[in-house]
């Protein structure tokens, strides 16, 4: 077993490290944006054994994989519209998204229903040692199964037996990584993530949903929360809502601040203007309502410099009455703008958004 | 025993209101409306209504005294004001204004919790020692408050001032904030509970059908958002079948919409009755003067056997004398502050942030 602290090393290096041990049918641990994961040439069957044997008690759990980019996973999925959409919006990203498989990698890899798993994480490193490896690499966690989710070297190697430990070739250390929830799974082959106008992929680059039911805007919400989540510790997250009343404005601000881990309920914030939820392990959630803002800069009033700061998450309803005046502040924010509108069909609304990161 | 006269302050919303009592005798009310300035706009426009407050507070100041007939300063012996929740800029003008006064005159400061205020409103009495309501029924606790206005619906279990326990409360919009937003679907103006029910009075509410919210959840919280789109659909429908006759719909609309509101409301205080009846049930806040939620929340409880108040009309809007008679007892049990500095607005307080005095989110 080797270690190598990644800060150390030029990524030349460990690059070439990594790629030679997957080559080998070895194991390599390494970190993602979510928490270390465990790593074999998908492809080997001998080396997905070796993992399965250091995963212990996985029964017949599929494994997902990482690829470098849409091509590569193309070659071993395929890819519906559905599909393409996410890795056009939310890839890199803490997702793993599920595809009809083409059955080309090692026997237990993909699920007994011919479906496959695939993580295009926002972990440069790792996406840059897949490349150069040339092949999708085993993406679970690198705990032992029913173990700690591990988010440091330590807590791996304190829950694992020496035969384990004995099976691990590289381990690259990144040191501890932030807490982050391990990656949301999309099923893309069923039915309920529904993408209708594929035509919408504009100059603007709107993408289009299509929620008749509450289930699908609470899906979105988990979409672009785990788009925008990598950024939570780092950045200002602002959320821009256009809609008219009752396009379900405040049902997506709650489904998007139950994602953030808020447990309170998120109320219409109409009647105050302005509603704070902690959230934990980074700043507020601001809900805004401008409906009624005379003046573009009463968002002064709101305390404008305290609310436009890293680490919080700020919703704005009727977002256009303040769009010029915040502006200047979203320079270094992740934005989202979202539009809602009620279709001719009852009960169904049309949402278009794109994502600014 | 030394009467207590209090000077109190609410600039929560879009009214500024001065009151000044002697114990729980209301000797003046002054209510500055601003309802000509927001009528246009659909909405309190909290930019103007800060203006408006900022403009308007002085002269309500002097003239609620004036009508109290207080000379002097030194009869006053605290002063109460609204400290949340409310909109910011609004509350923040009369906290201001309040610690401004009470450093200047050197009274002690009591910071009101709106909420208590609506819930005490009832229990308000005149200058010559009487309830402004005939036939009040003795006060009890604990008592089963709903509050219903603009920006809150909550259904609060009491057991005396200053121990609150939320039942329930709306999971979305406030009940008044639905009857704004469906008045505002017809283009019918502002606010909408008034105009509601004025114009639903000559509409019958069997005519229409619409849902009625969280009737299946057997919880105490409400939920007007699916009210809401089931109204905008139906609108829209309607619109469209009837084209130009679709103005000849509207009381029907109406009706049903307050109905189904009123119902919404009272089925949860219903079950709360029944789960754990007390021995008395306020229903205050601004909706509370919906006369048609009077008349049927009179039916439910008289049934029940549960004596209901309601306060006097004037009283059900936001007005300073609440929250006076809240800072009478704040201040009967030594509940006041020397040094306020700490305190400050807080916009989205709830009112269990009323128990014990606590100040702050």
Redesign the interface.
């Known amino acids: 077993m080797h270690i190598i602290n990644i800060k150390d090393e030029s990524p030349q290096n460990i690059i070439e490290q990594a790629s030679l041990v997957l080559s080998q049918g070895g194991i390599v641990i390494y970190p993602t944006e979510t928490c270390y994961g465990v790593g074999v040439d998908a492809s080997n069957s001998s080396a997905v054994e070796k993992l399965l044997q250091y995963k212990r008690k996985r029964q017949n759990k599929p494994l997902s994989i990482i690829v470098s980019d849409q091509k590569m996973a193309e070659d071993y999925v395929f890819l519906n519209e559905t599909a393409k959409n996410i890795y056009c919006n939310f890839l890199p990203g803490p997702i793993t998204v599920v595809s009809s498989g083409k059955q080309k990698l090692a026997p237990l890899v993909e699920s007994p229903q011919k479906t496959q798993g695939i993580r295009l994480p926002s972990y440069p490193l790792i996406l840059d040692i897949v490349k150069k490896f040339g092949r999708p690499i085993t993406a679970t966690s690198a705990n032992a199964s029913y173990k700690k989710t591990p988010y440091q070297i330590q807590d791996i190697l304190q829950n694992i037996s020496e035969k384990q430990k004995g099976l691990i070739d590289l381990i690259l250390d990144a040191g501890e990584l932030p807490k982050r929830k391990p990656s949301v799974v999309i099923d893309t082959t069923m039915e309920n993530i529904q993408i209708l106008r594929e035509g919408d992929l504009d100059i603007e680059k709107y993408q289009t949903f299509l929620s008749s039911k509450e289930e699908e805007t609470q899906e979105l919400a988990k979409l672009i929360y785990e788009a925008v989540s990598p950024y939570l510790q780092t950045k200002l997250i602002v959320l821009k809502l256009q809609g008219d ?2 396009t379900g404005k ?2 997506f601000t ?1 489904s998007f601040a139950q994602n953030l881990g808020i447990r309170e ?1 998120v ?2 914030p ?7 939820y902690p959230i934990k392990d980074a700043g507020t959630l601001y809900h805004l309502d401008t ?5 573009a800069n ?1 968002m002064e ?2 305390g404008i410099n305290r609310l436009f700061q890293p680490q919080n998450v700020i919703v704005i309803e009727w977002a256009d009455r303040v769009s010029q005046y915040i502006e200047p502040y979203l320079k270094e924010a992740v934005v989202i703008d979202m539009r809602l509108k ?1 279709m001719p069909e ?2 169904t609304r049309e949402i278009k958004y794109k994502i600014k990161l | 025993m030394k009467k207590t006269y209090i000077l109190a302050i609410d600039t929560s919303c879009d009214d500024t209101s001065v009151a000044v009592l002697r114990n729980d005798n209301v000797l003046s009310t002054v209510i500055a409306s601003q309802e000509e300035i927001h009528q246009p ?1 659909g ?6 209504a ?1 203006r408006a407050h900022i403009e308007n507070i002085d002269a309500t100041i002097e003239l609620a005294l004036k009508k109290a007939q207080l000379k002097e300063w030194s009869k006053i012996d605290a002063i109460a004001v609204t400290y949340g ?5 609004c509350l923040e003008v009369g906290l201001l204004k309040a610690k401004e006064l009470s450093e200047k005159h050197n009274k002690p400061l009591i910071p009101i919790n709106h909420m208590e205020g609506h819930i005490l409103s009832p229990f308000l009495r005149n200058s010559n020692g009487k309830y402004y309501i005939n036939n009040l029924p003795q006060v009890h606790y604990p008592l089963i408050a709903l509050t219903v206005s ?2 809150h619906t909550d259904l609060v279990w009491m057991e005396g001032v200053g121990n609150y326990r939320i039942l329930g ?6 009940a008044g ?1 639905a009857f704004d ?1 469906i008045a ?2 017809m283009e019918l103006g502002f606010p909408g509970g008034p105009i509601l029910e004025e114009i639903g009075a000559k509409g019958d509410p069997s005519k229409i059908d619409l849902p009625l919210p969280m009737a299946k959840k057997p919880n105490y919280h409400f939920s007007y ?1 699916g009210l ?2 089931a109204c ?2 139906l609108i ?1 429908d309607l619109k469209e079948e009837h084209q130009e006759n679709f103005p000849s719909l509207i009381p029907d609309i109406c009706a049903s919409a307050q109905e189904a509101i009123v119902d919404s409301l009272l089925l949860k205080l219903k079950r709360a009755c029944r789960n754990m009846p007390p021995s008395l049930v306020v229903i205050v806040g601004g909706v509370s003067a919906n006369k048609r939620l009077r008349l049927k929340a009179r039916k439910i409880l008289k049934k029940l056997n549960i004596p209901v108040a309601f306060p006097e009309k004037k009283f059900c809007t936001d007005n300073a004398a609440m929250i006076g008679l809240a800072g009478y007892h704040r201040f009967q049990r030594g509940e006041f502050l020397e040094d306020f500095s700490g305190v400050d607005r807080s ?2 307080i709830t009112i269990e942030k009323a128990n014990g005095f606590v100040f702050g ?1």
């Not at chain 1, 409906?291 to 003046?295: K, L, Q, V």
């Not at chain 2, 909405?43 to 103007?48: D, K, N």
């Not at chain 2, 929740?85 to 800029?89: F, R, Y």
């Open positions: 009343l009752g405040t049902f709650r309920n109320k219409s109409t009647f105050i203007l302005c509603h704070e409906y009624r803002m005379y003046e009463e009033d709101l009620h009852k009960d | 706009w909405g309190v426009f909290p930019r103007l800060r929740p409310g909109l910011a800029p603009g920006g409360e709306t999971l979305d919009d406030a904030e937003k505002r679907m958002s809401k789109t905008l659909y829209r916009p989205s989110e």
